[in-house]
């Protein structure tokens, strides 16, 4: 990828959503990079994921679990299967640096198991960075506008 644009951070942004709605797990862990961070603060302006307790604070290899229970047809968490759709407001960049950019997306989030349903909303902070000649995802942030509410399990990926 020898230029980046704007639009081309944005078209990440829109994709990592949809591999999340699509079940296509490998493709949207491949999105991440080796040192990247998943995180749901538990409170709202929280400063940081390693020092706070979060809702979710998962490097690549807590990803790699979560991802593998998922897929298990055993998994007791997924009988009935959770499905799950996203639904972003055009992703606005906050930072764009020269290898490193933050967007911000306001979303709404439903997930479906079974009678179930449930809906969460807030936005996403994603800094992505471009490393060697690819974009990846370094940090995805999901602030929860109910974040410090009592919250039920949730099963896919916000």
Known sequence: MPSVTQQDVIRLVYREARLIDEKRFDEWYDLFAEDAYYWVPLTHDQ????NHTSLA?????LLKLRLERL???????????????????????ELAERERWITRTQFVYLESRGDDQQTYGGHVLHTVVLRDGALSILLKRVNLINCDAALPSIQMFL
């Open 57 to 61: 604070w998962e490097d690549k290899l």
């Open 47 to 50: 400063p940081d994921g390693l």
């Open 71 to 93: 897929k298990n047809s055993r998994s007791y968490s997924q009988h009935p299967v959770s499905r799950c759709v996203h639904v972003l407001q055009q992703p606005e960049i």
